[in-house]
Structure formats: structure tokens, C-alpha cells
């Protein structure tokens, strides 16, 4: 029997650029979240799994703590700050050493008082003398004994786990109760457990402002992620935890891709950066298109980056509910896909209106089916059968009067399906014949709107073949 899991959800809070973010990234050991000088870059809360001397923490992200209570960014980023902490076992409140204790922190430290969740007082980048009157002033706050750490340098990680020991589930021994629950079936042998299902990674990208935001806040039921008219509003890839029919799902948010000449501050390339690494980690990308110039020059080329990726892909046309000339807006849709992206026809094109949840059954519909082609595998028989019957049709072609011989084929791996084709001169072998079997390969097996991959390999020498 497993041990019960000793598992803290932590969220780190405190005003703007004290190094919540840069915690953030020590105590789960990667650079997720999106570091920068510039005041306010968090404005999402976002939560990964991290190990601290052996504890199971939940460590969550969230934006400065802001005095305003209006509709502006700044109050919107302050509520999603609020649920994160009404989630949380601990807060932890971090403070600025160096620069001391501020007007705003003993503003929030008071607020943090009157809440339900217990907080742990961490004053951060006292690595040097320069922090100790900051330190000292911490005491000021009422919240207990700070917790010396730097976060840039790693220092002071053995304090934290101490201040969090209070918290931390006892570990509860497995008892008879629990032995009896085992399931043992008729024949006396204990029942297999099944195997856990993987989530499915799931991206979601496009321009700015196409209602990216929207559409994952719609999908999971709640104001997960900011939304707002403002372009550029998302920074950080958003990654939330989802189940949808009994499948697990790893929906991720990603920051608006603009064109390449656009893209000016330090901050913006970050993010672009991120959303880059989160479709090379995809298994299915939805790339959500405006009713304002569908699928324009930005549109495709992020299309083009997803497929070149070897991503499943489908694409979501949002406000469809504003759009006036339907048919037509469709049938031009279809027109720039085979022409613009023909290397992936079929492509699963959904209408849908996020901020009205129209249609997003339909959406997932969809992208669970490209997921199933995405791990499609084919026998490799039925592979050489179906290649014998293209060659007989069209065969390949001459090369300095010599024709040129396919041996044989068979897919070497799934996600996304890629096959090894043997021929007698494989460098040979022309682009416009690979295409013919790349598409007659997505017809007569049914794959569409998924990217196929196709390796040419030099067959081993047969002294007694024909050649």
C-alpha cells in the first residue's frame, strides 16, 4: 500500500517585484515563470509541483498585490491574487529586505491578518549586510519571526521548510481499514490497478486579443485567467489541470504571437520565448483565429510553426456568433488552408464563441479525434500493400535512366505518425513524389489534419535482387 501524500499548496504573495516569480522558479527548479526587472510582469497565478527536503509542495505564482478595488488590470490581477490564497494552505508573504518595509507592505500584511490562511513572513535578498535594517524592520509587521531567504542565490530554503513543518499533513500509517479495502475478485488474486491516463498537453494560441483567456476561462467554468480588452494581456504560459469526460487534460494559456518585426521589449520576447516552448511540449494546439482577418499572414505562420513541430492541430474561429456572412466566411477559411497549408488538409476547423460557450463540446470533440490520430499506428503489411498499390499507379520516376525502387515501408513511431521508407537511391527520390505519398497515405488511412513525417533510408544490399 502507498504512503498517503504529504502534500502543501504554498502561494507566495507580496507587492510588485520583491522576487515572487524568482522563488517561484527556485522551489520548483525550472524557469517557468517569466522573470523581469520590470514592475507587475506576473499577473496570473500559475501553480507547479515542486519537492523541498522530501515535502510534496503545490507552489503558486501570483501577481504584486495592488491597492485597487476598481475594474482596472491592476484590481482584476488583485482577485485572482485573492483566490489563490482562499486555495491555499499556507501564504507565504514575501518582502523586499533592502528596500525595507514599505507603506503597502504594512497595507497588506494587515489584510493578510484577518484572512483564514495561516502566512509565513519571508524577507527576500538578504544575502548581504545591506538587508539586516530591512529585516529588522520585518518584525514591525506583527506576522512573527521572518524567514531570511535569498531566492536569486538559493540561500535560506532550509529555514522556509522549517517554518512550514507546522503545516505539513502527518503521515498517516496504512492500517487495517485501509487493507481491507482492497479489491480481490472471485479467484483470490488481487485486482490490478489500472494504469493512471496520461493528460493530455493542450495548447491554446494565437494573435493577441483573439480571446484566448476567454476560451480556456469557458472550458474549465471559472475566472481562471485574466481577460480584458486590453492586447498582450497574458505574459506567462497558464497552465491549468482539467478533466473532460474522464481525460485528463493540461490546458495551457499562452501569450498573443505577433509578427516577428513587432516583437520590440525584453519582456515580449520572454513571453514569445514561452509560448514557443509550450507547443513544442503540446500534443494537440488549438490556434484560435478572429473573425477579423481569418487565418491572415501571422495566423499561418503560427499554424506553420505548430505542424513543423509535429503538433496536432485544430483551429477555432471565435465570435462566430458576430459573424454576418457565414458561408462565405467559411468557404474563404477553406480556401487559404489548402492553398497556404497544404502539407496538413483536413484540418479541424471549429466555430465557436467563447465568451457565449457555444460549440466547445465540438471543439474538444475535435481535438480528442486529432488526438487519436496524432497516436495513430498503422501494421506495417497493410503499410506495404497500400504502397505496392500507389507504385503500380504512379511509379516512381527515372533517375539517369535508371527507375528508381522503393523497397519497403513501416512506421518507425507515433505523435506524430512517422514512417521509414527503404529505396535503392533514396536521395533521389523527388518532392513531388513524396507528396503524392504523403497524400495518398493521409486519404487512404484517414489522417487528416495531423503532420506526417516520412524518412528516406537506403535498403540494404540483396545480391539477388533486380535492380
Avoid at 514599505?102 to 493578510?112: G, K, N, V, Y
Wanted: net charge negative; hydrophobic share 40%; proline share 6%.
Amino acid at each position: 500500500m502507498g504512503q498517503p501524500k504529504r502534500r502543501l499548496t504554498v502561494a507566495i504573495i507580496g507587492r510588485p517585484n520583491v522576487g515572487k516569480s524568482t522563488l517561484f522558479n527556485r522551489l520548483v527548479g525550472k524557469k517557468l515563470a517569466i522573470v523581469d526587472d520590470t514592475p507587475g510582469v506576473t499577473r496570473d497565478w500559475r501553480a507547479a509541483d515542486a519537492r523541498l527536503a522530501g515535502v510534496e509542495l503545490t507552489v503558486v505564482d501570483t501577481a504584486g498585490l495592488e491597492e485597487a478595488f476598481d475594474q482596472s488590470l491592476e484590481a482584476r490581477m488583485r482577485r485572482q491574487t485573492e483566490m489563490a490564497i482562499e486555495r491555499a494552505d499556507v501564504a507565504l508573504f514575501l518582502i523586499d529586505a533592502r528596500a525595507g518595509v514599505t507603506p503597502l507592505d504594512r497595507h497588506f500584511a494587515q489584510w493578510l491578518r484577518k484572512q483564514k490562511t495561516p502566512v509565513v513572513l519571508l524577507a527576500n535578498k538578504c544575502e548581504g549586510r545591506a538587508s539586516q535594517p530591512g529585516l529588522i524592520e520585518a518584525f514591525e509587521l506583527g506576522m512573527g519571526e521572518p524567514v531570511p531567504i535569498s531566492a536569486e542565490h538559493g540561500e535560506g530554503l532550509a529555514d522556509l521548510v522549517d517554518a512550514l513543518a507546522p503545516f505539513i499533513p502527518a503521515e498517516e500509517p496504512a492500517g487495517e481499514e485501509e487493507a481491507d479495502e482492497v479489491d480481490i475478485p472471485e479467484d483470490g488474486e488481487p485486482a490490478e490497478a489500472e494504469p493512471e491516463q496520461k493528460a493530455l498537453q493542450l495548447a491554446i494560441v494565437g494573435r493577441p486579443n483573439v480571446g484566448k483567456s476567454t476560451l480556456l476561462n469557458s472550458l474549465v467554468g471559472e475566472e481562471r485567467v485574466l481577460t480584458g480588452p486590453e492586447a498582450g494581456m497574458t505574459r506567462d504560459a497558464i497552465a491549468v489541470e482539467w478533466d473532460w469526460k474522464g481525460q485528463p487534460m493540461r490546458l495551457v494559456d499562452t501569450a498573443g504571437l505577433r509578427r516577428r518585426a513587432r516583437v520590440e521589449t525584453k519582456l515580449e520576447k520572454l513571453a514569445v520565448a514561452d509560448t514557443l516552448r509550450v507547443i513544442r511540449l503540446a500534443h494537440v494546439v488549438v490556434l484560435v483565429l478572429d473573425i477579423d482577418g481569418i487565418l491572415d499572414k501571422q495566423d499561418l505562420t503560427i499554424a506553420r510553426m505548430v505542424v513543423d513541430e509535429g503538433r496536432g492541430l485544430v483551429i477555432a474561429i471565435n465570435k462566430w456568433d458576430a459573424v454576418e456572412n457565414k458561408a462565405e466566411a467559411l468557404q474563404q477559411l477553406r480556401d487559404r488552408l489548402e492553398t497556404s497549408l497544404p502539407q496538413v488538409r483536413g484540418v479541424p476547423t471549429v466555430t465557436i464563441s467563447a465568451l457565449r460557450r457555444q460549440k466547445l463540446d465540438q471543439l474538444l470533440d475535435a481535438v480528442m479525434e486529432t488526438y487519436r490520430l496524432w497516436n495513430r499506428r498503422i501494421p506495417t503489411a497493410q503499410l506495404n500493400r497500400w504502397l505496392q498499390g500507389m507504385m503500380e499507379t504512379h511509379p516512381p520516376p527515372l533517375v539517369e535512366g535508371r527507375r528508381l525502387k522503393i523497397r519497403y515501408m513501416t512506421q518507425v513511431k507515433g505523435r506524430p505518425p512517422t514512417f521509414a521508407l527503404f529505396s535503392n537511391n533514396p536521395g533521389e527520390l523527388p518532392e513531388h513524389y513524396m507528396r503524392y505519398l504523403v497524400n495518398g497515405l493521409r486519404e487512404a488511412f484517414e489522417l487528416p489534419g495531423v503532420p506526417i513525417r516520412f524518412l528516406l533510408r537506403k535498403a540494404s544490399s540483396n545480391p539477388y535482387s533486380e535492380d
